[in-house]
């Protein structure tokens, strides 16, 4: 797996962990989405499947639900073939504005860091429309500018940024410096941002290892 592909999963992991803790609590009276959410977390997939083909699951659980619930599953195991079945599975059924964000939040990262311009594009789209986070929505916009559109009007604030962020943080700033110098078509710096981008990350991980 290359220091890309590191980056962005991470990224999609954090989104879809976050999404799913706040769906865990607003369903916490609910035995099998617990049960779903809690092997969801772990790694456990095997039972995850298990438990949601069964009929019982299957008849307990709102259809969108237990769909949410395989999505992230299959961000989680990065299996790119369920990911894109999934998502356009979901993303054209008839959805509330709080399902149809949530899908374009765990989608979108994954989407773009696979230069999917169409999906990448119909989440941007939901997301611009439907969340109230600008620092949500300006992120989304940066990442789709960066790595879709092929911009750099973001370099001077990313380099900024990078002095001051802490180690942790560091590497996903570097990683998007090194594909704006890429789009530039200057591969000195992007070699430059990205074996600082692995540094950082490799740091970062010896820190949560402690």
């Known amino acids: 797996m290359d220091k890309k592909q590191i980056f962005m999963i991470a990224a999609i992991a954090f989104t879809v962990v976050m999404i799913v803790l706040e769906l865990l609590r607003r369903s916490r009276q609910n035995r099998i989405t617990n049960e779903l959410t809690r092997y969801m977390l772990t790694g456990d997939f095997e039972r995850f499947d298990a438990l949601a083909d069964d009929p019982a699951t299957v008849k307990a659980i709102h259809p969108f639900n237990l769909a949410h619930s395989r999505f992230s599953s299959y961000l989680l195991r990065n299996d790119a073939q369920k990911i894109t079945e999934s998502f356009d599975d979901l993303s054209q059924r008839r959805l509330n504005s ?24 119909w989440c941007r789209d939901v997301i611009s429309s439907l969340s109230r986070d600008e620092a949500v929505k300006d992120n989304t916009d940066m990442l789709y500018e960066i790595l879709i559109e092929k911009k750099a009007d973001r370099l001077d604030q990313l380099l900024e940024r990078n002095e001051t962020l802490p180690t942790a943080q560091r590497s996903s700033n570097e990683y998007l410096i090194s594909e704006i110098y890429a789009n530039l078509g200057d591969e000195k710096n992007r070699k430059k941002y990205e074996k600082m981008a692995s540094r950082d990350l490799e740091a970062s991980q010896r820190q949560l290892n402690r």
Do not use: P
């Open 98 to 121: 709080n399902q149809k964000l949530a899908i374009a939040q765990m989608g979108f990262s994954y989407f773009v860091s696979q230069y999917d311009q169409t999906r990448s594009t």
